[in-house]
T-cell receptor, first 115, second 111 residues
Framework: DQQVKQNSPSLSVQEGRISILNCDYTNSMFDYFLWYKKYPAEGPTFLISISSIKDKNEDGRFTVFLNKSAKHLSLHIVPSQPGDSAVYFC??????????????FGKGTLLTVNP | GAGVSQTPSNKVTEKGKYVELRCDPI?????LYWYRQSLGQGPEFLIY????????DSGLPNDRFFAVRPEGSVSTLKIQRTERGDSAVYLC?????????FGQGTRLTVV
């Protein structure tokens, strides 16, 4: 049972346009959400996070939006650049039973930014 | 070192053999995690160390898998009697309570 779902395996956008990556979760105990970026043959790299007490967090070209009632979050990248081409993983962390360290990941979305 | 280091980068082993995968976390990071990423999947939690002790090993798939961190720094993931289904990328991460920083992973192939 996938608790974190990324329903789009891939996304292709033009350079300069906005990229929107979506993520849904089912576990209401999740209270902290993260996005990781992964290039081939490298480990995931932390990109941006958001606590469940917020609905938006922005860092340069990257903004994460959280809709708790819909159990949905999204990552916006604007403007998209070819170097942003990578697999993006959504991850969530909960606070139940003291498990506030364990990350649950989605399957990832492959973003391709075309020049 | 500057980041989390995992060795080897690639490991090919025969079914039934024993393997050890090593992780050097970021210096000073007390928390260490092992994850496994199978093809087409996201990383899946295996085990979490806080210091020297395994605080949560609930993600280890069975008793062929074991991990240690004897001095609270380097960790070794040990897999006995490897099976083809163990083939995956094994990722190590460390943290100091905040975001986890991942190594590049060890790609294990069991033939």
């Amino acid at each position: 049972d996938q608790q974190v779902k990324q329903n789009s395996p891939s996304l292709s956008v033009q350079e300069g346009r906005i990229s929107i990556l979506n993520c849904d979760y089912t576990n209401s105990m999740f209270d902290y959400f993260l996005w990781y970026k992964k290039y081939p043959a490298e480990g995931p790299t932390f990109l941006i996070s958001i606590s469940s007490i917020k609905d938006k967090n922005e860092d340069g070209r990257f903004t994460v939006f959280l809709n708790k009632s819909a159990k949905h979050l999204s990552l916006h990248i604007v403007p998209s650049q070819p170097g942003d081409s990578a697999v993006y993983f959504c991850a969530a962390r909960g606070n139940s039973g003291g498990s506030n360290y364990k990350l649950t990941f989605g399957k990832g979305t492959l973003l391709t930014v075309n020049p | 070192g500057a980041g989390v280091s995992q060795t080897p980068s690639n490991k090919v082993t025969e079914k039934g053999k024993y393997v050890e995968l090593r992780c050097d976390p970021i210096s000073g990071h007390t928390a260490l995690y092992w994850y496994r990423q199978s093809l087409g999947q996201g990383p899946e939690f295996l085990i979490y160390f806080q210091g020297t002790g395994a605080a949560d090993d609930s993600g280890l798939p069975n008793d062929r898998f074991f991990a240690v961190r004897p001095e609270g720094s380097v960790s070794t993931l040990k897999i006995q009697r490897t099976e083809r289904g163990d083939s995956a990328v094994y990722l190590c991460a460390s943290s100091l309570g905040g975001e986890a920083f991942f190594g590049q992973g060890t790609r294990l192939t069991v033939v």
